[in-house]
């Protein structure tokens, strides 16, 4: 017969009385419980049994203090001969389902039960200990069970550049009693000026590790010392999965780890790392050193050294946050907001002072039909959970955006940047000259990228101008002031002849602007149609891919080493150097702005990059030359031309300007013919 779980009242008496029976079988590890206990139990709703064929196998026995919002889990009983199928993980998950609004679950065990393994199991990890009123003084072990509610002192945002996780042997060499000599590494990552740099955290495993310290004292120092790093609490279910991943890779890659026992240690903290949102793990120990590839293929963990986090800090921190070849890897789908889901959308994304959950969702029933034809946005991701959510509609020259919020989720920073780019690309689609983020309260992703994108405070509200102009520096800035004065706002006055780096921050504030008589250069780069349908969809691949998300932002290009005057910042146009016969399929296809050109071995551009792009090690390898060294050109912004140019049209302008072309390598190019071919790529006539 099936196994149910009933919440015991009052008046069921017989069930009362099995589960005392239960319990007095095993007084001397649960202890002696009056039967008045339980009858109180009970009456608070504090008493679950497992019943199977009329019997009780199993109990649960716990208070729900009125002056506190967690659990306190007094029994957790299952009958010797019942043992071992999962009745007691469903007692917990019972409990959990039953009381999902408390914030977790207490529990106190002897340390001398050695029974660690069963709360691991269960989802619990270590909280604190206690000397218990025994005559024998034993130590009673604390365990928690997080049910999921965010914790305001230890889920904040940080202020820090980078978070970083820890495992146990970086964090005894920080924070240990034992002084030793070859903990200096470690402590290099609580300098003074990597106070505002670096966030150390710590998930579950290192607790465990901490309850596993035999010496009292040091283990009882090691725990106050957490209080010094910031507590990451992953989904356990999340966590079980990635790690079964983990192993059954490492099983691969190095048969001949036989130590299971330290190996799931290992993995385990890469992938609490990885379901915690984080890609940072710091270690000396070398075991989980050796897996450092089986982390980052499977669970996009970097496992270093201390020393490499306060060498490569900046690297590190931007692979973390904005990561768009995640992106590219995930299932992500768009669609409009159904009539009448308004209200299951509240719980995804934030709300902040008078913006409550009903007037969130009140807020988006109104933008459901009405005069204006607003379109409502819902990206949800491969597990259908939403993850960012926007509405849009064009009243006259200006796209108002009234709701623009992202959900919690480890690329929230990377979609708040996509989606101020689509929204921008979408405006300029539609003919709009000014964007208008009317949502009075943003999410807080998307109002920290904002401001580099052009977007500035206007009466409260991000708004940004989209100068659509290729042209002169009084031609832009005609069209710009003439935007501005529509919004009594002041504008920047440009000039000829302006600085490169000046006339960039110019072109990506006022998108798609392009100065044509500044400095800024610009460059013909010829990309193979492999290439360019892996970084463009142009040629389409026969089997089209999403494009919810429009091109990523940022990506890289891999080149041989040799220099060609690059410099940066600066223009890219994108040839597609290769068809199918002499003439065919040769053009160039779009436009974007070079960020960062880097020349050095493929392995330390991989390791760089690799967060941005569709390359593996492979072909970043191909693309060096003998020297053993590749070039790497870091781009961002792309625009696809609506009417691709082609060679027989580039041609013809590059000799009606009686300019120079070279199509054989990356080439620097007159900003006239760059104009020249950016407005043919966008031509309607």
């Not at 966590?239 to 048969?255: K, N, W």
Request: proline share 5%.
């Amino acid at each position: 017969m099936a196994i149910k779980l009933v919440s015991v009242s009052p008046r069921q008496d017989e069930l009362t009385d099995k589960a005392i029976a239960l319990g007095d079988r095993y007084t001397k590890t649960l202890g002696l419980l009056k039967p008045p206990a339980y009858r109180k139990a009970a009456e608070d709703g504090g008493l679950l049994v497992a019943v199977e064929a009329d019997e009780v196998i199993g109990y649960a026995l716990f208070g729900l203090p009125k002056r506190s919002a967690h659990i306190r889990l007094a029994h957790l009983c299952v009958a010797e001969e019942q043992r071992g199928r999962g009745i007691a993980r469903r007692l917990v998950e019972g409990i959990k389902e039953r009381y999902p609004q408390r914030l977790g679950i207490k529990a106190k065990c002897r340390r001398d039960y050695n029974l660690s393994g069963m709360w691991r199991h269960l989802g619990f990890v270590p909280h604190g200990e206690v000397r218990g009123r025994g005559r024998d003084g034993e130590i009673l072990d604390g365990w928690w069970l997080d049910l999921g509610h965010p914790d305001l002192f230890t889920e904040m945002e940080s202020d820090a550049l980078l978070v970083v996780t820890v495992d146990h042997g970086v964090f005894a060499d920080l924070r240990g009693l034992v002084d030793t000599s070859d903990a200096e590494e470690s402590r290099a990552l609580e300098a003074g000026w990597m106070t505002d740099l670096v966030e150390l955290a710590y998930t579950p495993q290192l607790v465990h590790q901490i309850r596993d310290v035999t010496d009292t004292a040091e283990r009882q120092h090691q725990r106050a010392a957490l209080t010094g790093l910031r507590k990451l609490s992953p989904d356990t279910a999340t966590v079980e999965e990635r790690s079964h991943e983990l192993l059954q890779a490492a099983a691969q890659a190095a048969p001949d780890l036989t130590d299971e026992a330290d190996l799931r240690r290992c993995l385990r903290y890469v992938a609490e790392t990885s379901c915690a949102g984080l890609q940072v793990l710091a270690t000396r120990d070398p075991l989980l050193s050796r897996l450092a590839d089986v982390a980052w293929k499977v669970a996009r963990v970097r496992v270093v050294s201390p020393s490499t986090v306060t060498l490569h800090v900046d690297e590190l921190r931007q692979a973390q946050v904005y990561r768009p070849a995640d992106l590219m890897g995930t299932e992500f789908r768009s669609g409009e907001v159904a009539p009448g889901a308004e209200d299951e959308l509240v719980a995804f994304f934030h709300q902040w002072g008078g913006d409550d959950g009903s007037a969130f969702a009140e807020r988006l029933r109104s933008l459901n039909g009405g005069a204006v034809a607003w379109r409502r946005e819902l990206l949800r991701d491969g597990q259908g959970h939403p993850v960012a959510l926007y509405a849009w509609a064009l009243d006259g020259r200006t796209l108002v955006v009234p709701v623009l919020r992202t959900a919690s989720h480890p690329l929230e920073e990377t979609l708040a940047r996509q989606l101020l780019f689509l929204i921008k690309r979408l405006g300029r689609d539609c003919g709009a000259e000014i964007i208008r983020i009317s949502d009075p309260h943003p999410s807080e992703a998307a109002k920290s990228a904002a401001g580099d994108d052009g977007f500035f405070d206007h009466i409260g509200r991000l708004v940004a101008l989209l100068v659509n102009v290729c042209g002169t520096a009084a031609e832009v800035e005609s069209v710009a002031g003439g935007l501005a004065r529509e919004l009594t706002v002041d504008t920047t006055a440009l000039r000829a002849s302006m600085p490169a780096e000046v006339a960039a921050v110019v072109e990506r504030a006022w998108w798609p602007a392009k100065v044509i008589d500044s400095e800024l250069p610009s460059f013909l780069a010829p990309i193979k149609p492999r290439w360019s349908t892996e970084l463009f969809n142009v040629p389409a691949m026969l089997i089209p891919r999403s494009d919810t998300l429009g091109i990523s932002r940022e990506h890289v290009y891999y080149r041989s080493s040799g220099r060609r005057g690059e410099s940066v910042p600066a223009r890219l146009l994108w040839y597609i150097s290769e068809g199918n016969s002499p003439g065919e399929g040769q053009m160039v296809v779009g436009s974007s702005r070079l960020d960062e050109v880097l020349i050095d071995t493929p392995d330390a551009l991989f390791s760089k990059f690799e967060h941005l792009g569709v390359y593996g090690l492979a072909e970043v390898q191909e693309a060096a030359d003998a020297s053993g060294r590749a070039m790497a050109l870091r781009f961002s912004d792309t625009e696809i031309f609506p009417k691709p140019v082609t060679l027989r049209r580039l041609t013809s302008l590059a000799r009606e300007l009686g300019l120079p072309l070279s199509l054989i390598s990356l080439s620097k190019i007159s900003n006239k013919l760059f104009q020249a071919v950016y407005q043919e790529g966008h031509r309607t006539t």
